[in-house]
């Protein structure tokens, strides 16, 4: 497929106000002389995804509320207008959506979607790091910068990855503790969300790049960072193992109704499963059968817990363009004035420097268990979600340089905070 006349096709289904900057990026991308050609779709390039029951469809839904309950119906919400919403849906679930009061504009099966909206195929985007190249990466990083960083692994996924972390504090190294404020970057909670993946590995590239400069320098001598990728290794690997995309979100759980795949950004235990997520095996916002039931989230959960130095967070996903903080699992501000005051002026920050827009998370809709809600309910730290720039999750190579520049320059705002969050609430 030609990239120009794709991007004239995604045109007409990008959301407004969320993902036109991404647009002008891609339109300028496939103007660009030293772009090399797509690669044309190969007979058979979707039958990964005959056996797939999910539909692509659209939804009316008015407000956040008619939101919240399609995610609680199991659709999982890709892209929102205002007066409608458009994701996936298993077959099973949409065939209940007009009993549950919900209009159907349009449906298509997944493998037709796929047809239609596929940009790039995997050979096209080999400047993507699979887990393997990953974890190279980040062992490259650590060899070559001995004196500033140490490689941790946070714990294992359903299906026995590690999920690496690297640590940037030339003072203490491994699980050592630390009395320096810390910060910690994560990627890929959801398994088809690559560019989160790039982001965070490019901010450890750059902050490794630049050590010596002075701002950078500073943030070495006085803080504790931890940037780890690939929360969902499985679910990365699984949607790219046949080579072509699958549009998985979830992690490779093997579920009890032998589906599988648990939503990952619903499993955290702050008001599990209360809103915003189903429990319909499934379904791709599934809870899974309890709080913290994965793996992968309890290893995030140990190890904020471990650190109690920890001041800042930020789970980069994709995408929206928009900066998210607490509450969403509930219709309600935070409630603590200042904290309140740190998470209002974090969020308006980050978003000048990215062009997202900054929100709290429930003014989109009401969605339990995430990550933000969880390390900020349990244990007080400023946690934000950032859902990245793009019209696709496979949003092409040429994105991730523009990602990583915009974001890593939120994360350096960010770090600047982190030794004093209530600084900004004076
Ligand atoms: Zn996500």
């Keep these: 497929m030609k990239a120009r006349l794709l991007a004239t096709a ?19 991308a496939a103007g660009s002389p030293a772009m090399p050609a797509p690669a044309e779709p190969q007979a058979g390039a979707f039958d990964q995804l005959a056996g797939d029951t999910r539909y692509w469809v659209s939804v009316g839904a008015e407000d956040k509320y008619d939101r919240t309950g399609l995610l609680e119906a199991g659709l999982d919400i890709v892209e929102l207008k205002p007066a409608y919403v458009s994701g996936f849906i298993e077959k099973n679930d949409l065939d209940q959506l007009a009993a549950k009061g919900y209009i159907t504009t349009t449906r298509q099966p997944i493998a037709e979607y796929a047809k239609k909206h596929l940009k790039d195929f995997p050979a096209a985007d080999a400047a993507y790091h699979n887990y393997d190249e990953t974890v190279a990466e980040l062992r490259r990083l650590a060899a070559e910068n001995p004196a500033e960083t140490s490689l941790i692994s946070l714990g294992k996924s359903v299906q026995g990855r590690d999920l690496w972390c690297l640590r940037v504090n030339p003072a203490e190294k ?11 970057f994560m990627g890929n909670h959801h398994g088809r969300e690559h560019l989160s993946n790039e982001v965070a590995l490019g901010l450890a590239a750059y902050l490794l790049a630049r050590k010596a400069e002075p701002e950078v320098k500073k943030y070495l001598e006085t803080l504790d960072i931890y940037i780890a990728p690939l929360t969902n290794p499985d679910g990365a690997e699984y949607d790219i193992a046949s080579g072509k995309y699958r549009w998985h979100r979830k992690n490779m759980r093997v579920n009890a109704d032998k589906s599988f795949g648990v939503d990952l950004n619903r499993n955290y235990d702050s008001r599990w499963c209360s809103a915003g997520a189903s429990h319909s095996p499934q379904a791709d916002t599934y809870c899974g059968p309890a709080a913290f039931s994965e793996p992968e989230t309890q290893a995030v959960r140990d190890f904020v817990t471990a650190h109690a130095n920890l001041k800042t967070l930020m789970s980069y996903h994709s995408y929206s363009s928009l900066i998210l903080y607490p509450w969403a699992g509930k219709d309600a501000q935070v409630e603590n004035e200042r904290d309140r005051k740190v998470f209002d002026s974090m969020g308006k920050a980050m978003g000048t420097i990215t062009g997202y827009k900054p929100q709290k998370a429930s003014d989109l ?3 339990a268990g995430d990550t933000g809600d969880w390390a900020y309910e349990a244990r007080g730290v400023f946690a934000f979600t950032t859902e990245l720039e793009g019209t696709s999750f496979y949003p092409g190579a040429a994105m991730i340089t523009t990602a990583v520049g915009k974001n890593v320059k939120a994360a350096l705002y960010m770090l600047s905070v982190t030794a004093d969050p209530y600084g900004l609430a004076l």
């Excluded at 491994?174 to 910690?184: K, V």
Aim: net charge negative; aromatic share 12%; glycine share 6%.
């Design 365 to 367: 809709y009401v969605a």
């Design 10 to 28: 995604l045109s007409l289904l990008a959301a407004p106000g969320f993902c036109s900057p991404a647009f002008d990026q891609l339109s300028a």
């Design 174 to 184: 491994g699980e050592n503790p630390s009395a320096r404020p810390a910060a910690f």
